[in-house]
């Protein structure tokens, strides 16, 4: 299955990312073999087969409503790029 | 032409954990920004989520209250999409496989009982908040809301004029307080409604084009932007354009819904079953124990007021609204027994006085200083004939700013019942003898002036003479 340029290129702007026209030949063709691979995997019989969503056999696995610590802000601000003694600051986003 | 408005209506609530959806840190609102977050919920890499369990266990109470199937089988997906309010670059949600499913509940529109589907309820994640004001070049952004655990509850598209949606958001939020899962307060965003609204000709069956209304935030604005939508929509379409599937913002000051044309991003959100938490399967005995753990809804206890004390659907209607009202309407009653109208005098002074001084401080009935006993024990004064029911409401507003209980009052103030004949008698002559025109008038066959004179004698002693006594002696004399 062939993946046009057209769908690397929304692909890459849903993910934020900008790439070369080198890029997009070479992912474009990346994409397709690995779709072409699950063309493959298509051709197993999986009708009695229910679905996997998750490979660990476990379910429930829930907490408690208690409260635990949060961090102080300093140490969550300091990971952004950018901010504020209180914030985290981004580019504007409504004008 | 005439048309007929089709409305959907997606409602976020926001859960009344303690704790956020998948990490411990605290839901509480209103603190300083940015101090309620841990690497779970700001998402830094290799952190695992893990369900707080009250969370599922207040959409299966939501669900079950909505009359859904339980899924016995759930899981979460991720919807991805960038926005700087969303730290991980997904939201973590649910899709295919909710939790509850195939729901309704019923409104009362105009005397009328109407069914509202319930398509579906799932839970997901909140995201945190974006402050465009005051900042600048800049957004800021507070996190401290991302994680707090959501539900969204989704209608069938049943809903057919602004007053039913009115009407469905009332009873939605009367539920989710009463089962204590929200606190359904939208002005502060724990409970959010999106509309999808669409216009047909009357009669046809295929919906038009819709358009989705972000940003009711507030219940008086229900109504009214959905009434702008509709109109919005009739004028496009008489004036032969076409409706354009879009998401609109409503302004509540200009007081119309705008397009947000371009500003959103298409909707491509490439859900998949999240890996990073497992599947929930819930077992019939939880959702058993869960059912029974369900106090009486709104509906039954509206039914029960009007069968079991005899009160007019109105009263019903008002008194069930919330269940701390309802509370407090059944302890008074419980303690006054004493006659079969009781019931109604209750709800009389509860509807009336009780909510008019609430009001003025804008109190809730949680806030009430006054005990229902105390409300009781007035009436009880008023039965035995020791104050009247013209001083009782004085009596009523003392008792609730003070907290005193209504025989002290009464015994404070000298408020009690003039019974004494010779005392009523000795106010009823001075009043005739002080007003000889009127009394001249009266005997001419103006009868109504005996209000006149009944106010006198009232004025004269201060409210506290029998009534009944004031117009028997009055007739006597005046005849």
Not at chain 2, 11 to 17: I, N, Y
Not at chain 2, 82 to 110: A, M, R, T, W
Not at chain 2, 358 to 385: V, W, Y
């Amino acid at each position: 299955m062939k993946i046009s340029k057209e769908e690397v290129e929304h692909i890459a702007k849903l993910a934020r990312l900008s790439l070369s026209g080198e890029e997009k030949e070479l992912f474009g063709s990346q994409l397709s073999s690995i779709l072409d691979y699950m063309e493959k995997l298509n051709e197993l019989d999986t009708r009695d087969i229910e679905p996997t969503s998750h490979v660990l056999s476990l379910s429930d696995v829930m907490r408690d409503d208690t409260l635990r610590h949060s961090i102080p802000r300093e140490d969550a601000l300091m990971n952004a790029p950018d901010h504020t003694d209180k914030f985290y600051r981004v580019p504007k986003i409504i004008e | 032409m005439k048309y007929e408005a089709v409305i959907g209506l997606e409602v976020h609530a926001q859960l009344l954990t303690e704790t956020k959806i998948f990490c411990g840190c605290s839901t509480k609102f209103g603190s300083e920004p940015n101090t309620q977050t841990c690497p779970i919920c700001i998402g830094m890499p290799g952190v695992l989520p893990v369900l707080n369990k009250k969370a599922l266990e207040f959409v299966i109470k939501t669900g079950l209250a909505m009359n859904c199937r339980i899924s016995p089988y759930s899981r979460f997906a991720r919807k991805n999409y960038f926005y700087p309010d969303l730290p991980k670059g997904y939201q973590i949600s649910q899709y295919e496989l909710p939790i509850c499913e195939h729901g309704f509940i019923e409104i009362i529109v105009n005397g009328e009982m109407k069914k509202i589907g319930i398509t579906r309820i799932h839970i997901e994640e909140d995201a945190g908040k974006n402050i465009h004001e005051g900042t600048g070049n800049y957004s800021f952004v507070d996190l401290n809301r991302t994680g707090v655990p959501l539900m969204e509850i989704v209608s069938e598209p049943d809903i057919r004029s602004p007053q039913e949606a009115s009407e469905y958001m009332k009873k939605l939020r009367a539920i989710l307080r009463y089962l204590g899962v929200c606190d359904g307060n939208m002005e502060q965003g724990s409970l959010r409604c999106d509309a999808n609204v669409s216009i047909r000709p009357e009669g046809q069956k295929e919906y038009g084009t819709r358009t989705e209304v972000k940003n009711i935030n507030s219940f008086k604005f229900v109504e009214k932007a959905l009434e702008y939508e509709i109109k919005r929509q009739i004028k496009v379409l008489e004036e032969g354009g076409k409706v354009i599937q879009e998401t609109r913002l409503w302004d509540s000051t200009k007081g119309i819904t705008e397009s947000m044309r371009g500003k959103e991003e298409a909707h491509d959100y490439r859900y998949f079953p999240e890996p990073d938490l497992v599947p929930m399967i819930v077992e019939r005995k939880w959702i058993d124990e869960i059912k029974s753990s369900l106090p009486e809804l709104p509906d039954v206890k509206r039914e029960r007021f009007v069968s079991e004390y005899g009160l007019p659907e109105y009263d019903a209607d008002l008194l069930t609204d919330e269940k701390p009202l309802a509370d407090w309407y059944e302890e008074a009653t419980a303690s006054y027994s004493l006659s079969v109208s009781g019931p109604k005098i209750i709800s009389n002074w509860v509807k009336g006085e009780l909510t008019r001084l609430l009001n003025e401080e804008s109190k809730t009935i949680e806030e009430c200083p006054l005990r229902p006993e105390q409300l009781a024990d007035m009436l009880r004064l008023i039965d035995k004939g020791t104050i009247s029911g013209k001083i009782a409401k004085i009596v009523f507003e003392e008792m609730y700013k003070t907290g005193k209980d209504a025989e002290e009052i009464v015994k404070e103030k000298g408020l009690i019942q003039i019974t004494d004949e010779s005392a009523i008698e000795k106010a009823v002559d001075e009043v005739i003898s002080k007003n000889p025109k009127e009394v001249a008038r009266f005997k001419a066959g103006e009868e109504k002036l005996m209000g006149f004179f009944v106010g006198q004698v009232m004025k004269l002693t201060k409210g506290k003479a029998n009534p009944q006594m004031v117009n028997e002696l009055l007739k006597k004399k005046l005849s």
